[in-house]
């Protein structure tokens, strides 16, 4: 066989293992789109299968959820969308303030809150939340939108990523603003946030997907399923409470299909904030 | 997206220039304004919560009432599960540690290779599974292991004549949910990582180890590992401090209790003493203990990976 | 020594109610998981009252409630908002809200295991004595007994329920057994030989994460997880030797299982059971709605029985689970509150629709033999049988239970490692798995 041959060969048989692999990981998600699709209390009693009747595919799952039954469902829908939009606004503002002036200016303190930001980055949000929710419920900002959103909006992630994007971000424009008569602040908003454009996009999708898919925090501080999110919501329906498995399955999916459509069209910015901290890998 | 700052910017504009605003927008002032918001948060939701922590960890924390009581929350952790939680914790921690840098390695190291067709069609469905929250992904998760023969992975099993398991049952089964289910999600984020750092790699090095006569193995060994080093420390950190965060890839298979306890983790328990049993001080003294663990495991790590080490 | 709400319950009646677990289930919740409904929204000028309970089923009784209220009172009418939240949510919210002086409902649901811990320190809750004392006499006091301290009572209960089996006849038929000859434990082994001999079917199924096959066995048997001045007795004899029949049922005589899903209120269970995947089942009387709900195809086929006996004189039945409702002490309306919830639960009118809506044995003893409750309602229809001379007739054979602050570690360790390992893996003894959990309880004792 020549190497050329050969290489095709190679070629077919790595291409077919990926394709087996690439099936696997999708393969929940597919399930997920099925499962929807059959009774839900069927799926609780028996599992998953393999093997399932065509004939028996249905959209009563989803018929429940523009049921009255399923009202709750889109409160929690619009309250993770509120959540996550207000949280990517306000988190996106400040954290982007922040990197910038660690990334441009020379400042005394400066290395020292970079230090700060990295230190944040390693220490676990779950060791201090105890203490946090305590500090919310002196607030009285408990069962809050505000509640969930605050731990997040300067969060250390985007700082230290809005940093380093800002590094490479040209000086001398500062420079020459500064002559055109621009003030500090008039630099930042008008001439160099513009310029960091990619990086709010990248940021926007990292914020608001930990946002979207935040459990543990609104779990404690939300408490009224008037305020619930989504993942909140659902976890409630995996109790044993009753009869409310086709929300779960219908529910579920349409958690999940909405990012995968704005994935599908917004992959770069998608990949590079979710990847952020390989920055300095 | 930009933020709508026209407000701020007119208002810096159209004022006369008084000794206060000549201040407020000098160039010395202005990037103190900048971090402002950093440092409110980070006292106020930090290291404010940080020293609160440690405060209760040695009170009892009672409606209404808070008595100082030493050590006696550091004591009560001696028991057996709180070793439960950290056995669990630590055995996840190893197994998604090895899992989530060995493969992505391995598919990066083919993801960049000249063939394979349909790399970025590859690359983009193993990133999907990071999309999905860890409920989500549990619900599917909890129906395709369910217990029935019926369900995905008993029929898989039954197929290789393997009687069905009751996954959620048993400690190792309970075990490889939760690692698979992180596994799931996680591998295509760090294959990302991989790809970024082989790029970084030279092609001279590949070129000199050809005309050494290297295999393709050796040539992954000896030359692609040692060049991913910055990047598997990286991975391997995150994916440590990730695994001794975990709660909620436990959470959606048992809720708070699970038989056994065979899902409890640290997190868990933290939640389950402070949260549940309301039990703040004790929940407090945990939090401090896992705090301590991962600084110490951190440094072993890092000391193992040679991260101190000059290059 | 701490507080604790011992009682030793006068052994009077049943305890009924609702299941009670750490949240895998074991409440009579049914229905939505997660609801808000507003009661008597019409009236003008009502006062708002909110109302949180773990268990949708609960609210049907406050609906006539507020109905005979705004009747009654023309000048102080009330709105009722029910919220429903999972157990252990509901709980979490509570305990916060109490702690934190705000946020609390008007009225509240607290599954009887919890209790204990929401007495502990200062009570957050308003004392109930000028309500319940003018008609003590006619109330089960054991019930109420349960929800107090110091001479308080804070919580108002739901029901008196008592432990039975269920029999699914049509499979005790075709194995050839009378019901009615089973009088004691080996009476109920040796059927259960015949059933499994007999039919495709177990003879029953056992829990292992919750507690209402354990927690009934041993309190038949006058036996609690802790005594009347609160100490654990979780790791005595008689709960070794139960636990020890219990696992025997399953590997031994090999007629019973563990129950499919964990435990009596998960879908596969009941998937299970209405397949005629057993042929009895140990669970209180509140357990009777989920079959209607959930096993359509047991209809007119279940009879209720006593539990067999373990002694020629022993008892029949086990008090098992309860709810109290309590009025928090952030109500802005305490009187109102106080005297709604009276109306509720402490009226003859209540107490009937305890028994008509819900299916509860009502707690108030003077109803008993009423006409009302007499009358043909869908329970007596499913499981074809006079229910209720059955319970009146066990009513001085229930124990009562010992709740302290501590009852939920206890509950909890019952569900997450007792049973799991004793039965489900075998890993541990039962003498074993108690005294571990008994150890665990007491540790946490100890340091208050």
Known sequence: MTTEKKEKWVSILITTIFAIITLIALFPIISLLIASLRPASDLMREGLSLFFNPAELTFSNYLSIFSDNGQQYWRWYINSILISSMLIVLSLFFSSMVGYALAMYNFKGRNVLFVLVLFILMIPFEILMLPLYQLMITLGLIDSYLAVMLPLIVAPIAVFFFRQYCIGLPKELMESARIDGCTEYGIFFKIMAPLMGPSFAAMAILQGLTSWNNFLWPLLVLRSSDMFTLPIGLATLLTPYGNNYELLFSGSVLTIVPIIILFLFFQRFFISGLTVGGVKG | ?311 | MKKFVGLALVPILFITGCGGNDGSGGEEAGGDAEETEVIGGDAEDATELTFWTFNEQHIGIYQPAVERWNENNPDRQIELTAEVFPIDQMNNNLRLALQSGEGAPDIADIEVSHFGSFLEGEPQFESMNDQVEPVLDDMVTGRLDLYSKDDNYYGLPYHVGASVMYYNEEIMDEAGVDIDSIETWDDYIEAGKQVTENTDAMMTTIETTDQFTFWPLIAQQESDYFNEDGEVTLDNETNVETLQFMKDLIYEHEIAETAPGGDHHEEQYYGYMNDGGAASLLMPMWYMGRFIDYMEDLEGKMQVRPLPKWEEDGNRTAGMGGTGTVVTNQTENPDLAKEFLAEAKLTEEGNIDLWTELGFDPPMHSVWDSEEVGESNQYYEYFHDDIFDMLLELNDEVEGLNITPETSDATNEINTNVLNNAIRQESRTPQEALEEAADSVRSGMSDE
């Open chain 2, 1 to 311: 997206m930009e933020p709508s700052t026209s407000t701020d910017t007119q208002r810096v504009r159209n004022k006369r220039p008084s000794k206060l605003t000549a201040f407020l927008t000098s160039r010395k002032i202005a990037p103190y304004v900048f971090v402002t918001p950093f440092v409110i948060s980070f006292l106020l939701l930090f290291l404010y919560p940080m020293i609160q922590a440690f405060v209760m960890s040695f009170q009892q924390v009672l409606p209404g009432q808070t008595t100082f009581i030493g050590f006696d929350n550091y004591e009560r952790l001696l028991n057996p599960t709180f070793y439960r939680a950290l056995l669990n914790t630590s055995v996840y921690v190893l197994f998604t540690v090895l899992i989530l840098v060995a493969a992505p390695v391995v598919l990066a190291v083919f993801l960049n290779s000249k063939l394979l067709k349909f790399k970025n069609f590859f690359r983009a469905s193993l990133f999907v599974p990071a999309l999905t929250s860890v409920i989500v992904a549990g619900v599917i998760f909890r129906m395709m292991f369910g217990e029935s023969d019926s369900a995905v992975a008993n029929e898989v099993l039954g197929f290789f004549g393997i009687s069905p398991i009751d996954w959620r049952y048993g400690s190792v089964s309970g075990m490889f949910l939760m690692v698979l289910l992180a596994s799931w999600r996680w591998m295509g984020v760090n294959i990302l990582y991989f790809l970024a750092g082989l790029q970084n790699v030279s092609d001279e090095l590949y070129e000199a180890a050809d005309i050494d006569g290297a295999n393709p193995i050796q040539k992954f060994f000896y030359v692609t590992l040692p060049s991913l080093k910055p990047v598997v420390i990286f991975v391997s950190t995150i994916s440590i401090i990730n695994g001794f965060r975990m709660f909620e890839e436990s959470f959606v298979f048992w809720q708070a209790n699970s038989p056994g306890n065979i899902g409890l983790t640290v997190v868990g328990y933290i939640y389950q003493e402070g949260i549940s049993q309301n039990d703040m001080g004790f929940g407090a003294a945990i939090g401090v203990v896992l705090m301590l663990i991962i600084f110490i495991v951190s440094i072993i790590q890092l000391k193992f990976v040679g991260a101190f080490k000059e290059d």
